[in-house]
């Protein structure tokens, strides 16, 4: 992948690009005066009217946009909602659906960082065994904290390898994924 293809801004150029040119420049505008929420709205909403087919990467991609701005447990529903559609990255990425994403003990994935954390896979890449997930705190009140404390490149059978990224380095762990070797 060259170097204008990693990172927030290609994911953005990507997402709005799956929208018509006007509801694309719209979007880009929005996010250019520091509008991200309400331009991934834009984004999600349009896909969601059109019946636009969305692959798993692209679909992916954008849950890894709604989550750097905050609003992938607001939009999470309508972008699940979205038609699915052949791939349009290679190797494509999937988001793991809330059935399949049973939280695990912080402890148990080999990083004493997240001991007393809840670590909740959330993107896989076919053909590799790794898993990007989120670890969030438990909340009073038994939910899981709103935003994470870190996210977690996992994978099985090797916890001396687990792969902690801080808070702010969603895009950075999602390039982590990708850069993973393939099953042979």
């Known amino acids: 992948m060259d170097e204008d293809e990693k990172g927030e801004t290609a994911l953005w150029r990507r997402a709005a690009d799956l929208l018509p040119p006007d509801e694309a420049h719209a979007a880009l505008d929005c996010r250019g005066i520091g509008e991200q929420e309400g331009a991934l709205q834009l984004i999600v909403s349009g896909l969601l009217a059109r019946g636009a087919p969305l692959g798993g990467t692209a679909r992916a991609e954008i849950s890894v946009l709604t989550e750097a701005w905050s609003v992938r447990e607001e939009l999470g529903p309508d972008l ?47 053909g590799c065994p790794g898993t990007l997930a989120r670890a969030h705190r438990l909340e009073p009140w038994g939910d899981l904290s709103f935003l994470a404390e870190h996210y977690v490149l996992l994978l099985p059978g090797e916890p001396g390898r687990t792969r902690l990224f801080p808070s702010d380095a969603v895009f950075e762990a999602l390039e982590e994924l990708r850069g993973l070797p393939g099953r042979d």
């Open 80 to 126: 699940a909602r979205c038609a699915g559609g052949p791939e349009d990255r290679t190797p494509p990425l999937e988001l793991i659906g809330a059935a399949d994403a049973a939280p695990l003990p912080g402890g148990s994935v080999g990083a004493e960082a997240l001991e007393g954390l809840l670590v909740v896979p959330w993107i896989t890449r076919t």
